[in-house]
């Protein structure tokens, strides 16, 4: 089963409205990650926030991650058409040695201009 | 112009052929991933490498195969044995198997009919 499962879904806004996506997790992590994908092509990353830290900001990316309720919030303020993506969380963990990395199933923007 | 390249873009193939998809980068990386990803889906991990001449297998490995016997190369082989091949597969590079960002490449849509 999938690690990471992010909320909602979809989202549909307007152009300059905020976006929030929400990713939840069931075990430990290293680290988890925000990456963007185009329709039909490969990942973009985005942010990588670690475990011991609670925000990070890049530009017009906030990520927040609150490893108590194995949760991580993205938020895009001032969307535009052109941040029209699905996004995924990945979370990176390593149990017994083995290396995890495991992404959500996604969350799908529409931005309207 | 550095980066991680794929080829084909689109393949397809005939049900009992094995395929194999190509995987480039030149941004000396160590690591290398390869995911498959189902239509609405997440990506799962296949395999990984974390240095030349070593890999090992993620969560849905049956039924495909790799090498890494240069840095730059990880080639997919997606065997008969694979009973649901058709998706599109993404490949990827990091620096580092852990905490690193990864790279990805366009992807391969494979079709097997």
């Known amino acids: 089963s999938q690690q990471g499962e992010e909320d909602p879904q979809a989202l549909s806004i307007q152009e300059g409205e905020n976006a929030t996506m929400n990713c939840s997790y069931k075990?430990?992590?290293?680290?988890l990650q925000w990456y963007r994908q185009n329709s039909g092509r490969g990942l973009v990353h985005l942010i990588l926030i670690r475990s011991n830290e609670r925000e990070k900001h890049s530009g017009r990316l906030r990520v927040t991650l609150d490893t108590s309720k194995k949760s991580s919030s993205l938020l895009i303020t001032a969307s535009r058409a052109a941040d029209t993506a699905s996004y995924f969380c990945a979370t990176e963990a390593t149990t017994s040695g083995t290396y995890k990395y495991i992404f959500g199933t996604g969350t799908r923007l529409k931005v309207l201009a | 112009d550095g980066g991680i390249t794929q080829s084909p873009k689109y393949l397809f193939r005939k049900e009992g052929q094995n395929v194999t998809l190509s995987c480039e980068q030149n941004l000396n990386h160590d690591a290398m991933y390869w995911y498959r990803q189902d239509p609405g889906q997440g990506l799962r991990l296949i395999y990984y490498s974390q240095i030349v001449n070593d890999f090992q297998k993620g969560d849905i490995a049956e039924g495909y195969s790799v090498s890494r016997e240069k840095k730059e190369s990880f080639p997919l082989t997606v065997t008969s044995a694979q009973k649901n091949p058709t998706a599109f597969y993404l490949c990827?590079?990091?620096?580092?198997?852990?905490?690193?960002?990864?790279?990805f490449g366009p992807g391969t849509r494979l079709t097997v009919t």
């Open positions: 990827a590079s990091s620096m580092a198997i852990l905490g690193t960002e990864q790279y």
């Open positions: 075990t430990s992590i290293n680290n």
